[in-house]
């Protein structure tokens, strides 16, 4: 063979320095951008399910990085999170997403939380700092959570979760149906809402055995008196099987994709 261990170590070698200088260049690319505000928060309409009025938001930041160009932030939290810049990209988001959700009184607002900021003792500190900050009332707001972080810190969750409840603010696990998430383990945790994945509730329209996970997921959570937001929804058939498998909340393309603050306020004048 012409492949050299050598060779391979160095190619290696080269693959890990590629990576790390890749994962520095855009930690220090976060950094900066939070310096001068380059960070944008995008809201997606949730829908009730029996009414299809917008009864929420969920928040989502985006970061244009001009003149770089826009990363997704699928190819950024990780970072932030690995960095610790996490915390203050974090309290950006929550921070701007209360302060534009409170004129528009009649939505929920939804924020993604990183396990690395539910991990800090200081975060339900923090949320009632910005909630008191803000003005906005603690009882449209809910946290979205992951399970990583609930599998790796049961008991940190659970208090979390109570301190959190305590303040008047809803707890939603994301990203059902995505990784270890059992059926199981939703009864010790005292979820406000279970949100069911995209890669899960987007294949009901096609996927028998996916159509039956989320019908059971569905009927265990309500009897654990959880609500159940379904996200992913592309197309009208899905939106009709999960209305017809009694989800509570839907989200996805079907009714509306991100936008901005602006359009958000534009659409909710329209419709008075
Ligand atoms: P997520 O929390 O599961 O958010 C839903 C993602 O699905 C969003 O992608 C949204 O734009 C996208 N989406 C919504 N409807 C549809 C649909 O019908 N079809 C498809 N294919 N996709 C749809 P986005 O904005 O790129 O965010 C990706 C992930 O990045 C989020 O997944 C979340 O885990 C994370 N993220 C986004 N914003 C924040 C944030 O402010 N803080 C933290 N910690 N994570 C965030
Ligand atoms: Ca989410
Ligand atoms: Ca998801
Ligand atoms: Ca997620």
């Known amino acids: 063979s012409k492949v050299t261990g050598k060779g391979r170590i160095t190619h290696y070698d080269a693959e890990l320095n590629n990576a790390r200088e890749h994962q520095l260049r855009i930690e220090n690319d976060i950094r900066d951008g939070l310096l001068r505000n380059e960070f944008d928060v995008w809201y997606q309409p949730i829908v009730d399910a029996r009414s299809l009025a917008t009864i929420g938001v969920e928040a989502l930041v985006r970061w244009p990085r001009r003149p770089a160009g826009a990363l997704p932030p699928d190819q950024f939290i990780g970072i932030a999170e690995t960095s610790g810049l996490i915390y203050a990209l974090g309290q950006f988001v929550l921070r701007r997403a209360c302060q534009d959700l409170l004129p528009l009184s ?10 690395a900021q ?3 003792p200081e975060f339900e500190n923090k949320v009632a700092g910005v909630i008191t900050g803000s003005g906005f009332p603690a009882h449209r707001l809910q946290l979205e959570v992951t399970e990583t972080y609930v599998l790796e810190n ?3 969750a659970r ?3 109570t301190n959190l409840k305590g303040l008047g603010t809803a707890v ?5 149906g ?15 809402t279970i949100k ?3 890669s899960l509730a987007g294949l009901i329209d096609t996927d028998e055995q996916a159509a039956a996970l989320v019908g059971g997921t569905i009927r265990i959570a309500s009897a654990l008196g959880m609500a159940v937001t379904a996200e992913g929804i592309e197309n009208e058939k899905q939106m009709k099987l999960l209305r017809l498998a009694g989800c509570d909340q839907l989200q996805g393309y079907w009714f509306s994709e991100p936008m901005p603050i602006e359009d958000l306020r534009s659409l909710r004048q329209q419709h008075g």
């Open 196 to 198: 069911i994945d995209k």
């Open 118 to 120: 539910f991990r800090d």
């Open 178 to 192: 995505t990784g270890y998430s059992s059926i199981g383990y939703l009864r010790r945790f005292n979820f406000d």
């Open 106 to 115: 009649d939505l929920k607002l939804s924020v993604n939380i990183s396990p």
């Open 154 to 156: 049961p008991e940190r």
């Open 172 to 176: 939603a696990l994301d990203d059902f």
């Open 159 to 161: 208090a979390a979760i």
